[in-house]
């Protein structure tokens, strides 16, 4: 984008749509059930409900503001209003390396599930859990890894963003209703009331555990795609007259509707089938088929949900990639297609080193065996760069710019009411940063 004029989104919906874009992916629907398969279900519901609401609209709107008010990308927001505060840009961009790392390599599985929905997935009678395993094990996951990033890369290489604009005026709309179809499919199936215990009977000693808020809270940053600059390179392209309080708003509210209705279709399955909810990261992948195993075009419903899985995912990576191609083009003087093309070569690298290095870490608390880059990758930012990334926004935004900052991004220079900035001011200034901190220092151990 740094080679071309400063464009601008056209109008207040397709702001919401390229942010909400950014947002909703595979953090909402492969991420979310994953987590809250692990954490308690209902109790993990929850408390991420508190997140989105308590920590994930203020950031937001930080990020928003700043970007707005620069115009410019992560790293050169931050250092154009004060210069030591460029480091929060940069967190932002290990953050984007860290996510191309293994984002891709989850965003392959649904690609090589959309063509195998026509393929051996349904065909073969094999169980679904083995037929993931046989899939990781073989070449094909790196293959598609890749292919995944080519696509991204091809895209931001010929700029044809505003073709994905286009296209996620469709896409996201549809991706809801599969959903709603899909989850009253579901409510049929046999032993569903137990799923939905589990996602919506909240058992409260869960909820409160440190251990739970610190998930969710991650949970909710990456969910948004928040807390690394993302939202700051993508407001810079809003316009004078957005509001940025009803698009932050929305957007959260748009990908928290994707999220809980994810929920309410993979649950209920995970109950009939007989799978446990906390398998890890490929609980959707062998759930989602048992539903569309037994409906009437099973290969065609399959296909489309996860080309639309697809989709949403393309208009994550293409947010992320952005984020790193925009810093090497702009702070080390590539040209733009030599950013693309550093990016995209990082992200294979990572990635391979994700599938296939294995080791196991114990240090400051954090305790993993048979660790991949893949698990570390995800922890290091959902749990910590991001938070972080966020606790410092709130700082910058609250504490360190005047009171006005805030206020005249709000309410546009006076045009609008903004009746939410005092709550919003406050929740900036001492809630959000007050309980990130909480929780790192619950969690961490670091006192
Ligand atoms: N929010 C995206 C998702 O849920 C992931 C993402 C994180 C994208 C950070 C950009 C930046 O899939």
């Known amino acids: 984008m740094s080679e071309q004029p400063r464009a601008s989104f056209g109008g207040k919906l397709s702001a919401i749509l390229v942010a909400a874009g950014s947002a909703i992916g595979l953090g909402s629907i492969w991420r979310f059930p994953y987590m809250a398969g692990e954490n308690g279900g209902a109790a993990f519901l929850l408390v991420y409900l508190l997140c989105v609401f308590v920590v ?3 950031v937001m709107l930080g990020e928003f503001a700043v970007g707005r008010a620069t115009k410019l990308n992560a790293v050169g927001g931050f250092r154009s209003l004060s210069r030591p505060w460029r480091w929060l840009g ?7 390396l860290l996510i ?9 599985w649904s690609l090589e599930y959309m063509v195998s929905s026509f393929g051996n997935l349904y065909s073969s009678g094999a169980p679904f859990s083995e037929q993931f395993a046989a899939f990781q094990a073989s070449p094909r996951q790196a293959i598609y890894t890749v292919i995944f990033i080519l696509l991204t890369h091809l895209i931001i290489i010929r700029g044809v963003e505003k073709g994905i604009e286009k296209a996620s ?19 049929f199936m046999p032993g569903a009331a137990e799923g939905y215990r589990f996602f ?14 610190f998930t969710a809270i991650g949970q909710a940053f990456f969910s948004l795609s928040v807390g690394m600059g993302c939202m700051v390179t993508y407001a810079s392209y809003f316009k004078k007259d957005n509001n940025l309080t009803g698009t932050s708003m929305s957007v959260a509210l748009l990908t928290l509707m994707v999220a809980v209705l994810a929920g309410l279709v993979i649950f209920p399955a995970v109950f009939s089938a007989g799978l446990e909810p906390a398998e890890g990261a490929s609980l959707i992948f062998n759930t989602l088929p048992e539903i569309f195993k037994d409906m009437p075009f099973a290969a065609v419903w399959s296909a489309a949900f996860f080309l639309l899985l697809t989709l949403a995912s393309l208009t994550s990576t293409i947010s992320f990639h952005e984020v790193l191609t925009a810093y090497f083009a702009e702070e080390h003087k590539l040209s733009r297609k030599w950013a693309t093309r550093l990016t995209s070569a990082l992200s294979i690298a990572l990635c391979m080193l994700s599938l296939y290095w294995v080791f196991d870490i114990d240090f400051a608390g954090i305790k993993m065996e048979n660790a991949s880059c893949f698990d570390l990758f995800d922890y290091v930012t959902a749990n910590i760069l991001m938070p972080l990334g966020g606790l410092l926004t709130c700082i910058f935004v609250a504490w360190r710019m005047k009171p006005e900052f805030l206020r005249d991004e709000m309410t546009n220079y006076g045009k609008l009411k903004g009746r939410a ?11 959000t940063p007050l309980l990130i901190i909480y929780i790192f220092i619950k969690n961490l151990g670091l006192f």
Request: aromatic letters at 14%.
């Open 200 to 213: 919506l009977n909240p058992d409260f000693k869960v909820a409160f555990s440190p251990n739970t808020i």
């Open 56 to 58: 994930g609209i203020p």
């Open 169 to 187: 005026k469709v896409m996201m709309p549809a991706l809801l209703v599969i959903l709603v179809i899909m989850a009253v499919r579901v409510a």
């Open 421 to 431: 900035y005092p709550l919003l001011r406050f929740a900036l200034r001492f809630v």
């Open 100 to 108: 191309s790392g293994y984002y891709y390599i989850v965003a392959g």
């Open 90 to 96: 940069y967190n932002g961009v290990l953050g984007a």
